[in-house]
C-alpha cells in the first residue's frame, strides 16, 4: 500500500512545481497500545512511510502518538497511567529516531488539543518527548489552530522550541468552528507570529491544514499570507 501510494505521488510531482514537504500519518495505527503486537505493526508502518518520504526528498512524517477521543470507547486498550504512556511513546519514538537518522528524514510530533486526544497536547510535552529519545532527528510539527486552544501566546511558544520545529500546520480559529479555517478568516494574530517566524529565521515548509471552502476563498488567503512576509 505505502509503495503504491508512493508511486501515485512520484507521478503528480513529475508534473507539478509542488515539492514533497512531509507526509502526515495521523491516526493509522496506535503506538500506545497495550498489545505489543499493535505496537510493533504501527511502528513498521510509520518506518514504511520515513523510507518512502526520504526517497521522495521530503523533510519527515507527521506522526499522532495517540488515539483520537473519538474512539474513546477503545481507551481500554490503551495504558492508564500517563507516566507509562510517556514511557512507551520513548521507546517507540527513540526506535524511529535511529531509523530516521539512517534515512536522513525527520520522525515528527504533532501535538492535538485537549478536545481531539488525551496525551500530547502541548508543544512543551511533545519536545520533552523529544528530549527523552535522545535523537536529533525527533521533531515537532505545531498547529496553529490545536496551539489557540492549548497555548496562551503561540509567537512566544513558537520562538521557545524554535530549535524543535522543522513544520508547521497553518490554520485560523474564530473560536466557534470546530476545525482550522483558512488563515486570515478567524482572530489568529497572524500579524505577530509571521514577525516571530522571521525573528527566528524559519526556513521550512508551513502546510494549510484546515478547511478549504473553495479556490476563490484559498487564494485570499495566500495572499493574506504573501503579504505577511514581505
Partial sequence: MVQEKKESVLSALSSSKV??????????????????????????????YLKACAELGGIGVVTVPSPPKSR????FLLPNNKETKRALVVEQYRI???YAQELGAYIIIEPLDHFR????????????????????MVKICPDFFHMSIEEPNIDEKIKEF???IVHLHIGDNDMKSKFALLPGKGNLDFINIFRVLREIKYS?????????????????SAQFLKKLMQ
Fill in 96 to 98: 524511529l529516531g535511529r
Fill in 19 to 48: 515539492k514533497l514537504s512531509t507526509m502526515l500519518l495521523g491516526y493509522q495505527g496506535n503506538l500506545l497500545s497495550k498489545n505489543r503486537k499493535k505496537r510493533e505493526r504501527t511502528l513498521h508502518r510509520i518506518e514504511q
Fill in 117 to 136: 486526544t488525551n496525551f500530547l497536547n502541548t508543544c512543551d510535552e511533545a519536545v520533552e518527548i523529544c528530549r527523552m529519545t535522545g535523537s536529533d
Fill in 204 to 220: 521550512n515548509y508551513l502546510s494549510f491544514d484546515c478547511k478549504i471552502p473553495g479556490e476563490e476563498e484559498l487564494h485570499s
Fill in 162 to 164: 524554535s530549535d524543535y
Fill in 72 to 75: 474513546s470507547l477503545f481507551n
